[in-house]
């Protein structure tokens, strides 16, 4: 079983570069998340969709773009990469909202630098 | 913003022993669902354990178990014979929305 599989696992960045963080779930979810987690700190949601077409801000939007033009597809989009930038990265699915009480399952993460 | 505290960043027990995480939360919902989520070092987020508002008996998971009071907002889980693999951070998820996360507690167990 699949479930969420994200791309690349680890990457180096150079400041000001761009780069697309591959996200997709086998799964049928209709939410999708993407996280950041700095060392040692909690995981801050970045963009989430509750379907395709159809995505939101979080708490941490900035320098950050998101797409969802499928179900099973939510990449996040890093434009003018900066040091503030490096961190892991989790993408996560769930069928519906917290709300519901179902169950969120998350990615393996993606490690960036940016130098 | 988030509503929701983990007053503790660290805490340490002793194998087999019993540890308790604190999480508070602010709500105006009536009814809604808590999440005890757990990170080992592999990075990975597991659930651990859910709680429905409107149930009066406290969730419990084999040795993980919560103490749910909903009036004072306070959703603590309490861990029992406490196991090397226990090691990990947890992280509480207030009721919102979305899913939304708590600073953390990260748990060392003592052998």
């Known amino acids: 079983n699949a479930g969420v599989t994200q791309t690349p696992k680890f990457r180096i960045l150079k400041i000001g570069q761009s780069m697309t963080l591959q996200c997709t779930q086998d799964?049928?979810?209709?939410?999708m998340y993407w996280y950041r987690q700095d060392p040692g700190m909690g995981l801050k949601l970045i963009y989430y969709?509750?379907?395709?077409?159809?995505?939101d801000k979080g708490e941490v939007p900035n320098g950050y773009n998101v797409s969802r033009s499928t179900t099973e597809d939510f990449p996040l989009r890093l434009e003018l990469a900066a040091p503030s930038q490096t961190s892991v990265y989790f993408c996560?699915?769930?069928?519906?909202?917290?709300?519901?009480?179902?169950?969120?399952?998350f990615g393996e993460g993606s490690w960036l630098t940016v130098v | 913003a988030q509503t929701v505290t983990q007053s503790q960043p660290e805490m340490s027990v002793q194998e087999a022993e019993t540890v308790t995480l604190s999480c508070t939360y602010d709500t105006s919902e009536s009814d809604y669902y808590l999440f005890w989520y757990k990170q080992p070092p592999s990075r990975q987020m597991i659930l651990v354990i859910r709680q429905e508002a409107y149930k009066q008996q406290n969730a419990t998971e084999n040795r993980f178990s919560v103490n749910f009071q909903k009036a004072a907002k306070s959703f603590s889980l309490k861990i029992s014979d406490s196991q090397l693999g226990d090691a990990a951070m947890y992280f509480c998820a207030p009721p919102r929305y979305q899913f939304y996360f708590g600073t953390g507690t990260s748990l060392t167990v003592i052998p």
């Open positions: 799964m049928n979810h209709n939410y």
């Open positions: 969709s509750v379907g395709a077409g159809i995505t």
């Open positions: 996560a699915s769930s069928y519906d909202g917290a709300y519901s009480g179902n169950t969120i399952y």
